[in-house]
């Protein structure tokens, strides 16, 4: 008889959820944790940090079971009405494969959503008007890594980010109701080291602000999924569609100014109007 294979065991993906979990939370980032090496250099030698290096954010969606199969399907209609049965061939590859709504090539206007594939500027009306009526909450975390440093501050910047992270997403879910978390992967050794530190938190120390014991109630496991399945013929919707929240967020709280993706999304933000500190928390 096997032995049965916990979440907590090593990273794994997940396709299917059972009827029991209520919510499920999509996690994508902005930014580099790694970046802080760098910055700890300038900041010894007294140089410049750029604006464009001193922030790294992470940021959840959080759906409800049923609001997410209905966004799964007003996806897949977009793509197929841009692309036939939601396929492009990616010449770099010489392959047909599924469309990924990625926030970097979209800006980019490469891969599926070159102009020569598309009519660029009708797929981006399509879009904003998609992603305005999604429903999800939107909590995100952004670290100041010049502070954080100037803090002398030592943990690991991506654990300190989702223990902030873990805690908003317990107080926007609803009392005894389950979850499950999906990031996306990093890689074989960064998945490892944030698995382990998550069983930590959820299984033994708990946070700052929630035991262990509430967060083994709520969190029914953390997953590490690709943006792709296997084969190339399907996409996991909910982390192309925090890929798409995330960035915006990323850029306003960069920049103080709310572009038109950001105007798209804010109200989604956990608590809006009021959501400094709630739907967006910045820290130090």
Request: glycine share 4%; aromatic share 14%.
């Amino acid at each position: 008889m096997s032995k049965e294979v916990n979440w907590w065991d090593y990273p794994q993906k997940i396709n299917t959820w059972k009827s029991d979990i209520d919510y499920i939370m999509f996690v994508d980032e902005n930014g580099t944790s790694n970046e802080i090496n760098n910055i700890k250099k300038k900041f010894n030698n007294n140089k410049v940090i750029s604006v464009d290096e001193k922030y790294f954010t992470i940021t959840g969606c959080i759906f409800t079971r049923q609001d997410y199969l209905n966004i799964r399907n007003d996806i897949q209609k977009l793509k197929y009405k841009y692309w036939k049965n939601g396929y492009y061939f990616d010449t770099k590859h010489n392959c047909d494969k599924y469309v990924c709504l990625h926030s970097r090539e979209i800006r980019m206007h490469t891969g599926a959503f070159n102009e020569s594939l598309i009519n660029y500027e009708s797929f981006m009306n399509d879009l904003s008007e998609t992603l305005k009526n999604i429903k999800c909450k939107i909590i995100s975390i952004t670290i100041d890594l010049e502070k954080y440093i100037k803090e002398n501050k030592e943990l690991p910047i991506y654990e300190i980010a989702f223990d902030l992270l873990l805690e908003r997403y317990i107080y926007t879910t609803n009392n005894n109701k389950r979850g499950i978390i999906i990031f996306e992967s990093r890689g074989k050794k960064d998945d490892k080291e944030l698995l382990k530190h998550i069983n930590e938190i959820i299984n033994v120390k708990g946070t700052k602000g929630i035991r262990s014991k509430e967060l083994r109630e709520k969190i029914n496991g953390i997953y590490f999924n690709p943006k792709w399945n296997d084969d190339k013929k399907a996409t996991y919707v909910g982390l192309e569609i925090t890929d798409l929240f995330s960035y915006p967020i990323h850029q306003y709280i960069k920049y103080k100014e709310k572009n038109i993706s950001f105007k798209v999304i804010e109200t989604k933000l956990n608590c809006y109007p009021n959501y400094t500190n709630k739907g967006i928390k910045i820290f130090p």
